[in-house]
């Protein structure tokens, strides 16, 4: 089964830059894409940055200029690096994998879920 790990969370300050990691295993070579989502207390589950299965594909949501999503293969990570953090990132940030194409940005057609990392921006 797909088994994906995040980490890189915790708690920093405004301005600073942070990556968060997923690592990933299992039956990989059926993912088409890979996401990045967050989420806060009493709100739904976000979408932040997609990425194919080759990592040459990208996709952001509205006003994440400050987000980049990469993957290093070689170490079955794939990466969400945020830059000039700000108070309102604080969320769980979670990584997801789905066999739909890039392009897809609903949590549902994301089938497999890691346990999230908290990131924490204090002002």
């Known amino acids: 089964q797909v088994h994906l790990v995040e980490s890189g969370g915790g708690l920093v300050q405004v301005g600073d830059s942070l990556t968060l990691t997923c690592e990933y295993s299992g039956r990989t070579f059926t993912w088409a894409t890979v996401g990045w989502f967050r989420q806060v207390p009493g709100k739904e589950r976000e979408f932040v940055a997609g990425i194919n299965w080759s990592g040459q594909l990208t996709d952001y949501a509205d006003s994440m200029g400050r987000f980049t999503i990469s993957k290093d293969a070689s170490r079955n990570w794939v990466l969400l690096r945020i830059h000039k953090l700000e108070p309102d990132d604080t969320a769980v940030y979670y990584c997801?994998?789905?066999?739909?194409?890039?392009?897809?940005?609903?949590?549902?057609?994301?089938?497999?879920w890691g346990q999230g990392t908290q990131v924490t921006v204090s002002s």
């Open positions: 997801a994998t789905s066999l739909a194409g890039r392009g897809i940005r609903e949590p549902q057609k994301f089938d497999y």
